[in-house]
């Protein structure tokens, strides 16, 4: 399978996510993905829609949105709009939510309400009308986009970390994001949780589309390219374990440091650049280290291609980067230029 690479836009500012978008599409990413968050970001569905514009070859839309902040017929609609503007290069991802939904003080909503919203969406996509929430719900226009030559729904992906929720993502959707490491015993397990999922529909790994969440930073110091990500470094702790650190192969000695990551994360200061309270919960040298072991593409041009080659081996191709750095544009075309051209075959 060839590798494939996206990489995920925290829209600050809307000319930045168009800029970002187009050095992206230059330097050879396949997928563009925008962060919702709307307490700290700007608006996803407008931000995808002048990014689609602004582009000509990139998949893009969400990675990822929430059930909660977004009626099943407005997602419905707002995507089948991003599908319109790109002329069928939408994508859609998914999850339970987190900085979108912490920051308006509620908590992510469980699996069954994640299943039950998918299963509603997909039919709102078909311009079918589907009950939801105890009413029936439509969104009829929706059909309209069947009559183009890409005239199918745009794909749905779950961003998925635990074993439950890898296993939704292989039953019910087109694809995931997999969240839960980048190590050869984190990969086989993520692998075999979406291939249990894949097999109650009927299908197989082959049928879903698999993209690993990824750290990245590209440079010759790696204690500062570490420095510089440390904020994502605790996010991804505050994320990937939340709900349980069972069944995620979370090593004994490090449970204690997630949890206090968690306890002390704060969502308004998610991904946030420079110094910033998340970004100084990270002060355990060891934790920090495997963290980065875990969960990241880092170091010099040659220690990300034999990283990326590595993840590969274990079964994973396809990689959606976040890379909140400040010299964003630098590394976008770095990745582009010196990664990609070594570890796409």
């Not at 105890?134 to 069947?146: F, Y």
């Not at 183009?148 to 929720?165: D, L, Q």
């Not at 000695?253 to 306890?263: H, L, M, N, P, S």
């Not at 934790?287 to 081996?313: H, K, P, S, W």
Request: aromatic share 6%; net charge negative; with cysteine.
């Amino acid at each position: 399978m060839q590798a494939r690479f996206g990489i995920i836009e925290v829209p600050r500012s809307i000319a930045s996510a168009i800029e970002h978008a187009q050095l992206a599409e230059a330097a050879g990413f396949d997928w563009f993905g925008v962060a919702d968050s709307q307490s700290l970001f700007r608006e996803l569905f407008v931000t995808l829609a002048v990014v689609g514009q602004g582009t000509q070859r990139m998949m893009v839309g969400p990675s990822v949105t929430n059930p909660l902040t977004r009626h099943p017929a407005v997602m419905a609609s707002a995507i089948a709009s991003v599908q319109e503007i790109t002329g069928g290069r939408a994508k859609l991802g998914l999850g339970t939510g987190d900085s979108a939904i912490y920051n308006l003080n509620q908590r992510p909503g469980g699996l069954q309400g994640l299943r039950d919203y998918i299963l509603a969406l997909r039919a709102l996509l078909r311009g079918e009308r589907v009950e939801f929430g105890g009413r029936e719900i439509h969104a009829k226009w929706t059909a309209d986009l069947r009559n183009n030559e890409w005239g199918a729904p745009p794909p749905i992906y779950i961003a998925a970390e635990g074993p439950r929720t890898l296993e939704l993502a292989g039953e019910i959707c087109d694809g995931v994001i997999c969240g839960l490491g980048l190590s050869e015993d984190v990969v086989k397990l993520t692998l075999d949780h979406i291939a249990i999922g894949a097999e109650r529909a009927g299908r197989s790994l082959a049928d879903i589309d698999i993209w690993a969440m990824t750290r990245v930073n590209v440079g010759a110091d790696r204690a500062a390219l570490v420095n510089e990500i440390r904020m994502e470094l605790a996010s991804t702790a505050h994320h990937a374990f939340r709900f349980t650190q069972k069944g995620k192969l979370v090593p004994p000695e490090f449970a204690a440091a997630i949890r206090r990551v968690q306890a002390g994360y704060s969502p308004a200061n998610h991904e946030e650049l420079g110094v910033s309270p998340n970004a100084g919960l990270m002060d355990d040298g060891d934790f920090l280290n495997y963290m980065v072991d875990r969960f990241a593409v880092l170091g010099t041009a040659e220690d990300c291609v034999e990283r990326i080659q590595a993840i590969r081996a274990a079964g994973i191709h396809q990689f959606l980067f976040t890379g909140f750095v400040d010299e964003r544009a630098a590394l976008i075309k770095t990745l582009g230029a010196e990664v990609f051209p070594r570890c796409r075959n």
